[in-house]
Protein backbone atom coordinates (compact mmCIF):
# COMPACT_ATOMS: atom_id res chain seq x y z
CA UNK A 1 0.00 0.00 0.00
CA UNK A 2 1.45 3.52 -0.99
CA UNK A 3 2.55 6.01 1.32
CA UNK A 4 0.92 9.45 1.18
CA UNK A 5 2.63 12.03 1.79
CA UNK A 6 1.97 15.65 2.03
CA UNK A 7 4.75 18.35 1.40
CA UNK A 8 3.62 21.85 2.96
CA UNK A 9 5.39 24.73 1.77
CA UNK A 10 6.24 22.53 -1.44
CA UNK A 11 7.51 25.32 -3.84
CA UNK A 12 9.78 26.95 -1.88
CA UNK A 13 13.36 26.04 -2.14
CA UNK A 14 13.39 23.31 0.34
CA UNK A 15 10.08 21.81 -0.69
CA UNK A 16 10.84 21.66 -4.14
CA UNK A 17 13.66 19.81 -3.61
CA UNK A 18 11.76 17.18 -1.32
CA UNK A 19 8.99 17.08 -3.58
CA UNK A 20 11.27 16.47 -6.82
CA UNK A 21 13.19 13.46 -5.14
CA UNK A 22 9.85 11.82 -3.44
CA UNK A 23 8.13 12.50 -6.82
CA UNK A 24 10.29 9.58 -8.65
CA UNK A 25 10.22 7.50 -5.04
CA UNK A 26 8.24 3.90 -5.36
CA UNK A 27 5.60 2.93 -2.68
CA UNK A 28 4.81 7.26 -2.61
CA UNK A 29 2.07 9.21 -3.40
CA UNK A 30 2.95 12.65 -2.74
CA UNK A 31 0.64 15.42 -2.28
CA UNK A 32 1.98 19.13 -2.62
CA UNK A 33 0.78 22.13 -0.71
CA UNK A 34 1.02 25.65 -0.12
CA UNK A 35 -1.19 28.97 -0.24
CA UNK A 36 -0.28 30.14 -3.37
CA UNK A 37 -2.45 28.58 -6.06
CA UNK A 38 -0.64 29.85 -9.07
CA UNK A 39 3.00 27.99 -7.89
CA UNK A 40 1.34 25.29 -6.97
CA UNK A 41 0.33 24.98 -10.11
CA UNK A 42 3.35 25.57 -11.94
CA UNK A 43 5.16 22.92 -9.48
CA UNK A 44 2.40 20.47 -10.44
CA UNK A 45 3.42 20.88 -14.42
CA UNK A 46 6.95 20.81 -13.53
CA UNK A 47 6.52 16.95 -11.44
CA UNK A 48 4.31 15.28 -13.99
CA UNK A 49 6.13 12.99 -15.87
CA UNK A 50 4.60 9.10 -17.25
CA UNK A 51 5.65 7.54 -13.64
CA UNK A 52 5.27 10.41 -11.20
CA UNK A 53 4.34 9.60 -7.84
CA UNK A 54 2.01 12.87 -7.68
CA UNK A 55 -1.59 12.70 -6.74
CA UNK A 56 -2.59 15.85 -6.03
CA UNK A 57 -2.56 19.49 -4.38
CA UNK A 58 -4.44 21.16 -1.43
CA UNK A 59 -4.09 24.97 -1.21
CA UNK A 60 -4.56 27.06 1.94
CA UNK A 61 -3.26 27.85 5.14
CA UNK A 62 -1.64 24.60 7.01
CA UNK A 63 -1.74 26.48 10.33
CA UNK A 64 -5.64 27.50 10.40
CA UNK A 65 -8.66 26.14 11.47
CA UNK A 66 -9.78 22.64 9.43
CA UNK A 67 -6.34 21.29 8.51
CA UNK A 68 -6.99 18.34 10.42
CA UNK A 69 -9.86 17.82 8.73
CA UNK A 70 -8.13 18.47 5.33
CA UNK A 71 -5.27 15.64 6.52
CA UNK A 72 -8.73 13.30 7.01
CA UNK A 73 -10.09 14.12 3.57
CA UNK A 74 -6.88 13.46 2.01
CA UNK A 75 -6.33 10.12 3.90
CA UNK A 76 -2.57 11.70 4.47
CA UNK A 77 0.14 9.33 6.25
CA UNK A 78 2.95 11.26 6.62
CA UNK A 79 3.35 15.53 6.84
CA UNK A 80 6.52 17.10 5.85
CA UNK A 81 6.63 20.75 7.19
CA UNK A 82 9.06 23.03 5.37
CA UNK A 83 6.99 26.22 6.02
CA UNK A 84 9.34 28.27 8.00
CA UNK A 85 10.71 30.51 9.27
CA UNK A 86 9.83 28.18 12.55
CA UNK A 87 11.15 31.13 15.25
CA UNK A 88 7.85 32.15 17.09
CA UNK A 89 6.29 29.79 14.98
CA UNK A 90 3.28 27.77 17.19
CA UNK A 91 3.27 24.06 16.33
CA UNK A 92 -0.18 24.16 15.05
CA UNK A 93 0.59 22.13 11.87
CA UNK A 94 2.11 19.56 14.68
CA UNK A 95 -0.83 19.45 16.62
CA UNK A 96 -3.24 18.77 13.69
CA UNK A 97 -1.28 16.17 13.11
CA UNK A 98 -2.28 14.45 16.11
CA UNK A 99 -5.65 15.28 15.98
CA UNK A 100 -6.06 13.12 12.49
CA UNK A 101 -3.82 10.60 13.43
CA UNK A 102 -1.31 11.63 11.08
CA UNK A 103 2.99 11.45 11.22
CA UNK A 104 5.08 14.63 10.51
CA UNK A 105 8.45 15.83 10.41
CA UNK A 106 9.84 19.63 9.46
CA UNK A 107 12.91 21.07 8.76
CA UNK A 108 13.58 23.30 11.36
CA UNK A 109 17.10 24.47 12.78
CA UNK A 110 15.46 26.35 15.18
CA UNK A 111 16.74 25.69 18.60
CA UNK A 112 13.08 26.64 20.78
CA UNK A 113 11.08 24.73 17.86
CA UNK A 114 13.29 21.81 17.97
CA UNK A 115 13.75 21.38 21.11
CA UNK A 116 10.09 22.20 22.54
CA UNK A 117 8.24 20.03 20.27
CA UNK A 118 8.61 16.96 23.09
CA UNK A 119 6.13 19.37 25.25
CA UNK A 120 3.69 17.39 22.49
CA UNK A 121 5.04 14.26 23.50
CA UNK A 122 2.52 12.33 25.24
CA UNK A 123 -0.31 13.42 23.03
CA UNK A 124 1.50 12.18 20.04
CA UNK A 125 1.76 8.87 21.89
CA UNK A 126 -1.84 8.67 22.84
CA UNK A 127 -2.30 9.33 19.16
CA UNK A 128 0.22 6.81 18.14
CA UNK A 129 1.66 9.24 15.67
CA UNK A 130 5.70 10.05 15.20
CA UNK A 131 6.32 13.70 15.41
CA UNK A 132 10.09 14.18 14.64
CA UNK A 133 11.29 18.15 14.57
CA UNK A 134 14.62 19.30 13.02
CA UNK A 135 14.80 16.82 10.33
CA UNK A 136 17.44 18.45 8.64
CA UNK A 137 20.98 19.33 8.63
CA UNK A 138 21.25 19.71 12.21
CA UNK A 139 20.39 17.96 14.15
CA UNK A 140 19.82 14.73 11.95
CA UNK A 141 23.01 14.70 9.75
CA UNK A 142 25.42 16.05 12.86
CA UNK A 143 23.89 13.28 14.68
CA UNK A 144 24.06 10.62 12.42
CA UNK A 145 27.88 11.23 12.37
CA UNK A 146 28.32 11.81 15.67
CA UNK A 147 26.42 8.35 16.30
CA UNK A 148 28.81 6.37 13.75
CA UNK A 149 31.21 7.40 14.93
CA UNK A 150 30.75 7.28 18.78
CA UNK A 151 32.09 3.90 19.60
CA UNK A 152 35.63 5.43 18.62
CA UNK A 153 35.68 7.52 21.57
CA UNK A 154 35.50 6.39 25.41
CA UNK A 155 34.73 9.98 26.34
CA UNK A 156 34.13 13.25 24.34
CA UNK A 157 34.85 16.52 25.98
CA UNK A 158 34.64 18.87 23.11
CA UNK A 159 32.46 19.35 19.69
CA UNK A 160 32.95 22.04 17.43
CA UNK A 161 31.03 22.31 13.82
CA UNK A 162 29.22 23.85 11.71
CA UNK A 163 28.17 24.90 8.27
CA UNK A 164 29.57 26.95 5.55
CA UNK A 165 26.93 27.51 2.65
CA UNK A 166 27.54 27.99 -1.23
CA UNK A 167 26.79 31.83 -2.49
CA UNK A 168 23.59 31.07 -3.68
CA UNK A 169 21.00 32.65 -1.92
CA UNK A 170 18.32 30.35 0.28
CA UNK A 171 14.58 31.07 0.93
CA UNK A 172 13.57 34.73 2.16
CA UNK A 173 11.98 32.75 4.90
CA UNK A 174 15.62 30.79 5.70
CA UNK A 175 17.14 34.09 5.96
CA UNK A 176 14.90 36.01 8.50
CA UNK A 177 15.11 32.83 10.61
CA UNK A 178 18.43 32.72 11.08
CA UNK A 179 19.02 36.32 11.19
CA UNK A 180 15.79 37.05 13.60
CA UNK A 181 18.77 36.67 16.70
CA UNK A 182 21.59 38.80 15.10
CA UNK A 183 23.59 40.46 17.94
CA UNK A 184 21.20 38.64 20.68
CA UNK A 185 22.62 36.38 23.35
CA UNK A 186 22.51 32.52 22.41
CA UNK A 187 23.91 29.90 24.66
CA UNK A 188 27.01 27.79 23.97
CA UNK A 189 29.08 25.37 26.53
CA UNK A 190 32.15 25.98 27.98
CA UNK A 191 33.80 23.62 30.39
CA UNK A 192 30.24 21.78 30.87
CA UNK A 193 28.66 25.40 31.81
CA UNK A 194 25.99 27.60 29.89
CA UNK A 195 28.03 30.16 27.99
CA UNK A 196 26.38 33.53 26.09
CA UNK A 197 27.77 34.64 23.18
CA UNK A 198 26.37 37.37 20.31
CA UNK A 199 24.24 35.73 17.32
CA UNK A 200 26.10 36.01 13.89
CA UNK A 201 29.52 37.84 15.64
CA UNK A 202 32.32 35.64 16.91
CA UNK A 203 34.13 35.75 13.70
CA UNK A 204 36.30 32.95 12.87
CA UNK A 205 38.34 32.05 9.71
CA UNK A 206 38.11 28.05 9.54
CA UNK A 207 40.14 26.33 6.62
CA UNK A 208 37.74 23.69 5.28
CA UNK A 209 39.64 20.77 2.94
CA UNK A 210 38.31 21.11 -0.62
CA UNK A 211 36.56 24.55 0.19
CA UNK A 212 39.96 26.99 1.59
CA UNK A 213 39.39 29.25 4.14
CA UNK A 214 35.60 30.27 5.07
CA UNK A 215 34.39 33.43 7.39
CA UNK A 216 32.24 31.94 9.76
CA UNK A 217 30.15 33.83 12.63
CA UNK A 218 27.57 31.89 16.08
CA UNK A 219 24.93 30.66 15.37
CA UNK A 220 22.06 29.00 17.04
CA UNK A 221 20.97 25.31 16.71
CA UNK A 222 19.25 22.88 18.75
CA UNK A 223 22.52 20.68 18.89
CA UNK A 224 23.53 22.70 21.40
CA UNK A 225 21.52 21.44 23.81
CA UNK A 226 21.02 17.21 22.33
CA UNK A 227 24.65 16.98 22.69
CA UNK A 228 25.35 18.12 25.82
CA UNK A 229 22.96 15.25 26.41
CA UNK A 230 23.31 12.64 24.12
CA UNK A 231 27.63 12.61 24.13
CA UNK A 232 28.01 14.20 27.32
CA UNK A 233 30.48 16.90 25.50
CA UNK A 234 31.62 19.68 27.80
CA UNK A 235 32.25 22.50 25.36
CA UNK A 236 29.84 22.89 22.17
CA UNK A 237 30.02 25.04 19.54
CA UNK A 238 28.56 26.11 16.16
CA UNK A 239 29.40 28.45 13.53
CA UNK A 240 27.99 29.02 10.11
CA UNK A 241 28.69 31.62 7.37
CA UNK A 242 27.85 32.50 3.35
CA UNK A 243 30.39 30.77 0.77
CA UNK A 244 31.62 34.77 0.02
CA UNK A 245 33.16 36.67 3.15
CA UNK A 246 31.14 39.78 2.27
CA UNK A 247 27.91 37.95 3.84
CA UNK A 248 29.56 36.76 6.49
CA UNK A 249 30.46 40.67 7.36
CA UNK A 250 27.15 42.14 6.33
CA UNK A 251 25.92 39.55 9.08
CA UNK A 252 28.27 40.52 11.38
CA UNK A 253 27.89 43.79 10.83
CA UNK A 254 23.85 43.58 11.19
CA UNK A 255 24.76 41.84 14.16
CA UNK A 256 26.23 44.50 16.06
CA UNK A 257 24.38 47.60 14.91
CA UNK A 258 21.89 45.31 17.06
CA UNK A 259 23.69 44.26 19.62
CA UNK A 260 24.42 48.60 19.96
CA UNK A 261 20.93 49.19 19.73
CA UNK A 262 20.76 51.30 16.60
CA UNK A 263 18.97 48.33 15.17
CA UNK A 264 15.78 47.35 16.55
CA UNK A 265 14.38 45.21 14.12
CA UNK A 266 16.25 42.62 12.14
CA UNK A 267 13.98 41.78 9.80
CA UNK A 268 13.76 44.27 7.39
CA UNK A 269 17.52 44.52 7.17
CA UNK A 270 17.24 40.38 6.75
CA UNK A 271 15.16 41.28 3.67
CA UNK A 272 17.63 43.46 2.22
CA UNK A 273 20.68 41.63 2.96
CA UNK A 274 18.50 38.56 0.85
CA UNK A 275 18.74 40.97 -2.15
CA UNK A 276 21.74 42.20 -1.67
CA UNK A 277 23.05 38.51 -1.85
CA UNK A 278 21.63 37.45 -4.69
CA UNK A 279 23.46 39.89 -6.37
CA UNK A 280 26.46 38.57 -5.52
CA UNK A 281 25.26 34.68 -6.19
CA UNK A 282 27.49 34.66 -9.40
CA UNK A 283 31.03 35.50 -7.69
CA UNK A 284 30.88 32.01 -5.55
CA UNK A 285 32.17 29.29 -6.55
CA UNK A 286 29.15 26.62 -6.04
CA UNK A 287 30.60 24.56 -2.84
CA UNK A 288 29.60 24.52 0.68
CA UNK A 289 30.45 22.00 3.57
CA UNK A 290 29.09 20.79 6.77
CA UNK A 291 32.06 19.89 9.37
CA UNK A 292 32.62 18.45 12.73
CA UNK A 293 35.79 18.73 14.40
CA UNK A 294 35.24 16.43 18.27
CA UNK A 295 37.98 15.77 20.67
CA UNK A 296 38.01 13.83 23.61
CA UNK A 297 39.68 10.12 24.22
CA UNK A 298 39.11 7.04 23.09
CA UNK A 299 38.51 3.49 25.45
CA UNK A 300 41.68 3.16 26.32
CA UNK A 301 41.99 7.04 27.67
CA UNK A 302 44.46 8.09 24.96
CA UNK A 303 43.64 11.71 23.33
CA UNK A 304 41.50 11.63 20.11
CA UNK A 305 40.48 14.34 17.82
CA UNK A 306 38.05 13.04 15.01
CA UNK A 307 37.10 15.57 11.85
CA UNK A 308 34.60 14.68 9.66
CA UNK A 309 33.16 16.63 7.04
CA UNK A 310 29.78 16.49 4.42
CA UNK A 311 30.95 18.55 1.37
CA UNK A 312 28.92 19.52 -1.65
CA UNK A 313 29.87 21.32 -5.30
CA UNK A 314 27.78 22.73 -7.89
CA UNK A 315 25.84 24.56 -5.40
CA UNK A 316 23.94 21.27 -4.31
CA UNK A 317 24.34 22.32 -0.65
CA UNK A 318 20.07 23.10 -0.10
CA UNK A 319 19.81 19.18 -0.95
CA UNK A 320 21.57 18.33 2.28
CA UNK A 321 18.77 19.90 4.63
CA UNK A 322 16.54 19.09 2.21
CA UNK A 323 17.32 15.11 1.85
CA UNK A 324 16.87 14.12 5.56
CA UNK A 325 12.90 13.82 5.15
CA UNK A 326 13.54 12.15 1.80
CA UNK A 327 15.57 9.61 3.29
CA UNK A 328 13.31 9.55 6.80
CA UNK A 329 10.21 8.77 3.80
CA UNK A 330 12.87 6.04 1.83
CA UNK A 331 12.61 3.95 5.62
CA UNK A 332 8.95 4.39 5.86
CA UNK A 333 8.19 3.14 2.77
CA UNK A 334 10.43 -0.26 3.18
CA UNK A 335 8.67 -0.68 6.04
CA UNK A 336 10.10 1.14 9.28
CA UNK A 337 8.02 2.63 11.97
CA UNK A 338 9.12 5.43 14.00
CA UNK A 339 8.26 5.56 17.80
CA UNK A 340 5.50 7.39 18.28
CA UNK A 341 6.02 10.34 20.41
CA UNK A 342 7.61 13.78 19.96
CA UNK A 343 10.91 14.62 19.93
CA UNK A 344 13.95 16.24 17.77
CA UNK A 345 14.84 13.90 14.66
CA UNK A 346 17.97 12.37 16.20
CA UNK A 347 18.68 8.58 15.85
CA UNK A 348 16.35 8.32 13.05
CA UNK A 349 18.66 8.17 10.20
CA UNK A 350 22.53 6.80 9.04
CA UNK A 351 24.68 8.60 7.38
CA UNK A 352 24.45 5.86 4.44
CA UNK A 353 20.38 6.29 4.23
CA UNK A 354 21.08 10.34 4.29
CA UNK A 355 24.04 10.03 1.23
CA UNK A 356 21.79 7.32 -0.68
CA UNK A 357 18.81 9.81 -0.47
CA UNK A 358 20.86 12.57 -1.76
CA UNK A 359 22.03 10.29 -4.53
CA UNK A 360 24.55 12.37 -5.84
CA UNK A 361 27.99 10.59 -5.37
CA UNK A 362 29.87 12.67 -7.56
CA UNK A 363 28.67 16.16 -6.09
CA UNK A 364 28.45 15.00 -2.35
CA UNK A 365 31.32 13.67 -0.60
CA UNK A 366 31.66 12.63 3.10
CA UNK A 367 34.67 12.10 4.60
CA UNK A 368 35.86 11.20 8.44
CA UNK A 369 39.66 11.47 9.60
CA UNK A 370 41.17 9.73 13.37
CA UNK A 371 43.79 11.40 14.71
CA UNK A 372 45.43 9.65 17.96
CA UNK A 373 47.51 11.27 20.72
CA UNK A 374 48.75 14.76 21.10
CA UNK A 375 49.32 16.81 18.50
Not at 259 to 270: F, I, M, Q, T, Y
Amino acid sequence: MATRILVIGAYGNFGRIISRHLNRMDGVQLLIAGRNARQLATLAEQLQAPDAALHGQWCGDAMAVGFADALRTLDIDWVIHTGGPFQGQPYRVAEACIEAGVHYCDLSDCRLFVNGITRLDERARQAKVALLSGCSSVPSLSSAILDEQRQQFGRIDTIEHGISSSAKMPGLSTIEGVLAYAGRPIRQWRDGRPREVDGWLGLQLRHLPGLGWRLLNNVDVPDMDIFAQRYGARNLAFKAGSGLMLGGLANATLAWLVKCGLVRDPLPWARRLHRLGGHFERLGDGKSAMYLDVRGEDPQGQPLRMRAQVSARDDLGPEIPSCASVALMAKVVAGHAPAPGARPCVGEISVAEYLAAIDAPDKVRYSVSLQRGRG
